[in-house]
């Protein structure tokens, strides 16, 4: 439906475990399959993750579905890749969240070279008669965005990454962060494009002229305010828009129609 109605990209995230210490209660399916099934219902959109969570994935293992994905996508395929930060999480899975800085740069490495077109794999043989080849390779070059910092400076970010996607911020914090992203864009990466993409929060009120009233991470507002936040967020240097949709009453159907029509032509 999403892709029917003309939004830009379809995100889904990557919760390996749950419990009473995950403020959310119901289950999330495993990123790579979810796609591989959105994937194949849809036809123009992009789909992203936001974000796999590249400390406790083996980089090889994110490298493989990352290249089935962009294969079965043709090209619409995007890797949002975080640190993750709860403790209870990295216990389980045999890490620490001390670590999870220099995790995320050698994950970083030996994914993004086994994503090269031909792939390199870092991690050879001690035996010279044997070699690894990662197959099939990628069909295009997978965008590989930060999503939150990664515990990494906007500096390596900006050099490694192809963007950067980060919580809503008050207008003004926002504004901030974003210079601060560009100027750390062009010490590094000059003659690169490097996207700067927000993830919102939106309560959608039934009132289409309800102000916009902020929220954690977002706004609480009808779809008239929710243009103008837009249009101000763009005016700030933002590409893309995240929108975390708060369940208020309305069927999700309901609300992306509703986005759809009274919020999506402003911007086409």
């Not at 290249?67 to 079965?72: C, K, M, V």
């Not at 990628?138 to 990494?152: D, V």
């Not at 207008?171 to 919102?200: G, I, K, L």
């Not at 002229?209 to 936040?229: D, F, I, K, M, N």
Request: hydrophobic share 40%; proline share 7%; glycine share 8%.
């Amino acid at each position: 439906m999403a892709d029917e109605l003309g939004f830009g990209a379809v995100w889904v995230r990557d919760v390996p475990l749950n419990g009473s210490w995950y403020p959310e209660h119901f289950g999330h399916p495993d990123p790579f399959v979810m796609l591989g099934a959105i994937v194949m219902a849809t036809s123009r959109i992009a789909i992203g993750t936001a974000a796999t969570v590249l400390t406790l994935r083996h980089p090889l293992h994110i490298a493989k579905a990352a290249t089935s994905l962009d294969r079965l996508a043709q090209g619409r395929f995007l890797l949002g890749l975080g640190s993750g930060d709860r403790p209870e999480e990295f216990a389980a899975f045999g890490a620490d969240t001390k670590d999870h800085k220099a995790l995320f740069r050698e994950h970083w490495t030996e994914l993004a070279a086994a994503l090269e077109r031909p792939p390199r794999i870092l991690r050879q043989s001690p035996d010279p008669a044997v070699s690894f080849e990662l197959r099939p390779t990628a069909l295009t070059e997978i965008p590989m965005l930060a999503i939150g910092s990664g515990g990494q400076t906007l500096e390596w970010i900006a050099r490694n990454a192809s963007g950067w996607a980060t919580y809503q911020r008050p207008p003004d914090v926002q504004r901030d962060r974003h210079a601060m992203w560009r100027r750390a864009v062009d010490r590094t990466s000059p003659d690169q494009f490097r996207s700067f993409s927000v993830a919102v929060r939106i309560e959608l009120l039934d009132d289409p002229s309800a102000p916009a009233e902020p929220v954690y991470l977002g706004y609480r507002t009808g779809t008239h305010s929710l243009v103008q936040v837009l249009r101000e967020m763009r005016e700030a240097g933002v590409h893309h828009v995240l929108l975390n949709l708060q369940p208020t009453g309305a069927q999700a159907q309901q609300r992306l129609e509703c986005i759809a029509r009274e919020v999506l032509p402003a911007f086409r």
